[in-house]
């Protein structure tokens, strides 16, 4: 790249090319309004089984189980998702003797957190550790009491599994949780936690 790229198409142009790099926050910055967490690699959040039309609503349980502040909701979730298995958990990891496959959120699964109240600013330990598998996966596995769950789950944080990230710049140069920022855009959004409703009334 330093003497540049030669014979680029039928006339053999010259090009000179330079690489940029963009880091992604590695701390959530305190008193935002909204975080927006991409999802690195593939995490064990859900079980199979549920409907695709609720994947917002089960989404919004799975980060409730594994920790983010009550302050805190989940008001937007896309991800592609696929099953993981195979004949090797069938014949060696199935402990319940039936065949339970994985459902994995795949990479580039993208999830919008806005602050409901003030409280609590939202954690940056995620960023470090990964996203925890939640309890309600494991027990739908028959595996949430073992003491040697990593020879049972091979998708948990401690094996790379779950990694995000927040604040990728934008084009415009801006981190992503200040340039989506609702303030940011004009709107005027209430967050609304709707399982968290269901569940007082």
Known sequence: M????????????????????????????????????????????????????AMQPEYAAAFR???????????AAFARERLAGGNFFLNRLATSGRYGPWLLTEPGATFVFDRIADGVDFPSRWLETGLPVPKAVLDFHGIANQSHLYRLCPYLPENGYGEVVAGFPTATGEPSH?????SALGLSVEAVDLLAEEAVA
């Open 2 to 53: 330093a003497s540049g790229i030669a014979g680029i198409g039928r006339g053999g142009a010259y090009a000179t090319a330079a690489l940029t790099f963009a880091l992604p926050a590695d701390q959530v910055p305190p008193d935002l309004s909204r975080v927006v967490l991409v999802l690195q690699i593939a995490a064990l959040l859900r079980t199979p089984g549920t409907a695709v039309l």
């Open 178 to 182: 200040i340039a989506l920022a609702p």
């Open 65 to 75: 189980s594994i920790g983010p502040p009550a302050n805190w909701g989940l008001t």
